[in-house]
């Protein structure tokens, strides 16, 4: 797989494109030959022809969500979604437990069409990476009064017009790394159309801009053996849904063979899907240069998705902090993640079966996820990590009534780090200092840095070569 298949989860450079025509199942005929060279539209008011590149693609869920997106683009079709193929139909279902979040994201992006001139041969090249790490901006948009730029790690937001209706802005060198970013064009939001590098969202999508570094970050992809990602799909009976997860099998991973591997549940948080950790972690990369390294154990990683109920996630940013709906999703995660999931995997997969040879560990909503089942469920998971908790309750003795020092016998690592500038900072620190008071054994992990994959990506680093080690070796408490 290639650097670049990597970046689009993936999917090979033939998938990137799509070229998009009307037919049957739009709500009315529109056949190329009819439209007219050079006009804004057709008869029915269709948008002159065009070619979106398909710059999500991190996931088949992602695939089918921009299909159903050109379609609304194309034909107007914002409230209904009706599917214009046969692949269109998952896309519509998939759309309709989001319609708010949809009709907001076409939006933005029909703001922006209506604001660009027309598509040209000469397409601008948004993102620009430099070789001194900075980077610049671009969007046209001539019709535009106001456009700024909201990029991770830049203060400055305010884009220039130059004259003919191109926006810019240039950062100042920035760090090796990977960084989310959006446009606002007149207040409203939207992404990059020029760049195909995404952080899909369910509630806030973003493009990404890759500023390369040395080999020596985990994260950048280098020639070393690589393992593989499996995607699986399955009926809830918990949540009475269809849902997925992913699957890392390490390099060398043979089904096949006696050999059994250790594993790491991995959890994504609030607002993601399941993909979260490959296609904006780059969990798998992180793990194939770790084990290439012979930093970390081979091990295998399984990525739920982390919601119990997708109605938390139909509540908008609201969801975290309507309690009782929080609860409800918390708890029917727990019962479909040791139901459904582990099950599944631990049968489909060379796994071991055991406490000492499970981990678990997640960020923000998924780290309090992972303390919540694992802590619980010590007969199970002796690995526990926490990456900027988001979402417990600070009644910790009644969400953990059983723990007390004699769990120090059972747990070989429980791993809690959260981001100085993080607004969650304070109410990770306090669960730390309560495990104190109960004399548990644990880690503890400051760091610079905010509520982001930038510090998510490096704990993961730190946190997996940990792993399956001798527990030992682990300070009882560590401040960076």
């Known amino acids: 797989m290639t650097k670049s298949e990597i970046q689009h989860g993936g999917i090979p450079p033939s998938a990137w494109r799509i070229h998009e025509s009307r037919g049957k199942g739009r709500g009315h005929p529109c056949p190329r030959d009819a439209r007219l060279e050079g006009a804004e539209t057709c008869g029915q008011g269709c948008p002159r022809p065009f070619v979106i590149w398909a710059w999500a693609f991190a996931t088949p869920a992602h695939f089918l969500l921009k299909r159903a997106l050109v379609c609304a683009i194309e034909c107007g079709q914002t409230n209904s979604m009706k599917p214009c193929s046969a692949i269109g139909s ?37 993102p620009e990476v430099r070789a001194d790490g900075r980077v610049t901006f671009r969007l046209k948009a001539p019709s535009a009064t106001n456009v700024q730029v909201h990029c991770e790690g830049v203060k400055e937001s305010r884009m220039e017009n130059d004259g003919q209706g191109v926006w810019s802005l240039t950062t100042s060198p920035l760090e090796p790394d990977i960084y989310s970013y959006s446009f606002t064009v007149d207040g409203l939001r939207t992404i990059d159309l020029n760049n195909p590098l995404m952080k899909y969202n369910l509630l806030n999508s973003e493009s990404q801009v890759h500023v390369p570094g040395p080999a ?31 699957v890392y099998t390490p390099p060398g991973y043979d089904p096949s063979a006696r050999k059994r591997y250790p594993v790491l549940y991995l959890l994504h948080g609030y607002s993601d899907d399941a993909s979260a950790w ?45 309690r009782e709906l929080f609860q409800i999703n918390m708890d029917k995660f727990k019962q479909a993640f040791l139901e459904e999931v582990m099950p599944q995997a631990e049968k489909a997969y060379r796994i071991l079966p055991e406490a000492n040879a499970r981990a678990i560990a997640g960020l923000s909503m998924g780290g309090s996820e992972s303390l919540l089942v694992g802590i619980n469920n010590l007969d199970r998971f002796a ?98």
């Open 216 to 246: 020596t970050l985990l994260w950048e992809l280098s020639d070393v053996p690589h393992g593989q990602i499996h995607h699986h799909f399955y009926k809830s009976a918990v949540a009475c849904d269809d849902r997925d997860f992913y």
């Open 90 to 126: 998952r896309a519509a279902a998939i759309s309709s437990h989001f319609a708010p979040v949809t009709s907001f994201f076409v939006a933005g992006i029909l703001l922006t069409l209506l604001a660009a001139t027309p598509v040209s041969s000469q397409p601008l090249v948004s």
């Open 383 to 480: 690995w526990i990590g926490a990456f900027s908790s988001g979402g417990l309750n600070t009644n910790f003795d009644a969400q953990f009534p059983k723990l007390d020092k004699k769990a120090n016998d059972r747990l070989r690592l429980l791993w809690i780090g959260c981001g100085e500038q993080d607004g969650l900072l304070a109410g990770n620190r306090q669960f730390s200092e309560w495990l104190t008071t109960r004399e548990i054994r644990h880690t503890w992990v400051q760091t610079p840095g905010q509520h982001s994959f930038r510090v998510w990506r490096r704990y993961l680093a730190q946190f997996a070569p940990l792993l399956f080690q001798d527990a030992r070796k682990q300070p009882s408490s560590l401040v960076q």
């Open 278 to 322: 490959t296609s904006v972690g780059f969990a798998n990369v992180i793990l194939d240069n770790l084990i290439a390294r012979k930093e970390a154990m081979p091990m295998i990683i399984v990525m739920p998705l982390g919601y119990g109920t997708m109605e938390v996630v139909k509540a908008g940013w609201g969801g975290p902090r309507w």
